[in-house]
């Protein structure tokens, strides 16, 4: 993914397998309107489109692209697999202790813990492995407070780390998780995206959302397995197929207003508003690709983000995301990139306008 810069970048950020050597070409900005020349090239609907606006503006107005800056990638703030809090050492019971537990059903969840395949448990398994034990640890130093009084204020202090740096431990399981940044990771192509989109995804996000304050305050009654099925939704990777799809929109349409605005200082598109061949051609290129093709698909993805991003934002907020400065920082970026795309759009449609009216109007 790239940051938006001042200039545009690039086309396209992906590539099809079989276009590398082309898309490489589109990539940097060096031959914007190539695809339509290529043969045999599997270019998605949403990317041949622009393709071909891009192409024909630049031919009907007779104008040079503007010479792009290299990309600069957006990234999901990285991973920290098993991440634990760092008093959990501090708490580890020695065998004696352990088998001191035994009448408790906190026994066999410790046991559980303990064991090989506890030992290399995904990080959701562990983060509810501490909610589980918060709510059976009670019982328990109940039960060990008269024989073994130092044992139950061990698991007392235990408890009371556990239970205090739980938000931040469910933070990071879900915002730094292989599941949510799979979600944001830049795809090759778009394939037939925003067409088809994750029909269920929304209902996993506000299962999420539902689950942050159960969770946080180790009353949540799921099983991890529960949690890692409404995690699932992210590996599929819209947001990151979103935020390629916008990056796309300004590229694209920032070169085109640049090239519009150049026509414009040398000479109106029509004079005394009778039309010209050139200016019926642009109409027809608007029309048929711009208003024909790109509009609907900037439609679908904007109806996507407007679906998706409040519940993103919802979760980011109420998991206290902004106490992660990386993570922060993503946000803005990602935010920005949107913001440009749409910024690009509402540009795009008014010089349009602009351009038209010596002709009396597209229409």
Not at 64 to 81: E, F, G, H, N, R
Request: hydrophobic share 40%; proline share 5%.
């Amino acid at each position: 993914m790239r940051q938006i810069l001042p200039e545009p970048a690039s086309l396209h950020q992906r590539a099809v397998a079989n276009c590398s050597a082309h898309a490489g070409l589109l990539r940097f900005g060096l031959l914007f309107y190539a695809l339509l020349t290529l043969t045999g090239c599997d270019s998605t609907a949403w990317e041949n489109g622009l393709s071909r606006y891009l192409g024909g503006a630049a031919r009907i107005l007779e104008q040079s692209l503007p010479k792009p800056l290299a990309p600069k990638p957006i990234s999901v703030p990285p991973t920290q697999s098993k991440i634990r809090l760092g008093q959990q050492a501090e708490h580890r019971l020695d065998l004696l202790e352990y088998l001191k537990t035994t009448p408790c059903a906190l026994h066999q969840l410790i046991s559980e813990r303990n064991s090989s395949l506890g030992q290399f448990a995904a990080d959701s398994t562990r983060l509810i492995y501490d909610v589980d034990f918060l709510q059976q640890v009670d019982a328990c130093i109940k039960a060990l407070s008269q024989e073994n009084p130092e044992l139950a204020d061990r698991l007392t202090k235990a408890a009371a780390d556990k239970r205090e740096g739980l938000p931040a431990l469910l933070r990071t399981t879900i915002l730094r998780g292989t599941e949510y940044r799979l979600f944001w990771k830049s795809p090759q192509t778009l394939g037939d995206y925003p067409a088809k989109v994750q029909s269920d995804l929304e209902v996993d996000i506000k299962g999420l959302v539902a689950d942050i304050g159960p969770i946080s305050n180790g009353t949540y009654k799921g099983s991890a397995s529960d949690l890692d099925t409404k995690l699932s939704g992210f590996k599929k990777g819209e947001g990151g197929l979103m935020l390629t799809a916008w990056e796309d929109v300004f590229v694209s349409l920032t070169v085109v207003n640049k090239m519009i605005i150049a026509f414009q200082k040398k000479r109106p598109l029509c004079y005394l508003e009778r039309t010209n061949p050139r200016a019926e051609q642009f109409r027809a290129l608007v029309r048929t690709i711009f208003i024909g093709r790109i509009q609907p698909q900037i439609s679908a993805l904007n109806r996507r983000t407007y679906a998706l991003m409040p519940l993103l934002r919802q979760l980011e907020d109420d998991l206290g995301a902004s106490a992660d400065p990386d993570f922060r920082s993503f946000i803005e970026a990602r935010d920005q990139r949107i913001a440009a795309g749409r910024q690009a759009l509402r540009d795009h449609v008014a010089l349009i306008g602009d351009l038209f009216k010596s002709c009396g109007g597209l229409l």
